[in-house]
């Protein structure tokens, strides 16, 4: 049974910092690559960071730049994706789900499997 399973969210000064994690299992997923989206209230969903299977692709949205940083450990059973987010503004305020594909880790790629997020809220 496929798991993504996000935690870390939480309440947070401008300013702060924050690290998100996301546990993958019963999957192949040491061989997919691994992203991060978010959604605010009345926005849609964007794309905030991607990594390959490697750790050697990464790839992050220019709101995001400088501040956040994706990583990931492949361990044998379970994947674990991190996102360290630094400087926080209140505009980084939203739902942050992370998710899976087979291909490159860019917002165009088909993504499959979803966790069921973990809110995050940066008051100013």
């Known amino acids: 049974q496929v798991q993504l399973v996000e935690s870390g969210g939480g309440l947070v000064q401008a300013g702060g910092s924050l690290r998100l994690s996301c546990a993958a299992s019963?999957?192949?997923?040491?061989?997919?690559?691994m992203g991060w989206f978010r959604q605010a209230p009345g926005k849609e969903r964007e794309f905030v960071a991607g990594?390959?299977?490697?750790?050697?692709?990464?790839?992050?949205a220019d709101s995001v730049k400088g501040r956040f940083t994706i990583s990931r450990d492949n361990a044998k059973n379970t994947v674990t994706v991190y996102l360290q987010m630094n400087s926080l503004k209140p505009e980084d305020t939203a739902v942050y789900s992370c998710?899976?594909?087979?291909?490159?880790?860019?917002?165009?790629?088909?993504?499959?499997?979803w966790g069921q997020g973990t809110q995050v809220t940066v008051s100013s």
């Open positions: 998710t899976t594909t087979r291909y490159a880790p860019t917002p165009q790629s088909l993504y499959n499997y």
């Open positions: 990594i390959s299977p490697d750790s050697s692709t990464i790839n992050y």
């Open positions: 019963g999957g192949t997923f040491a061989a997919y690559s």
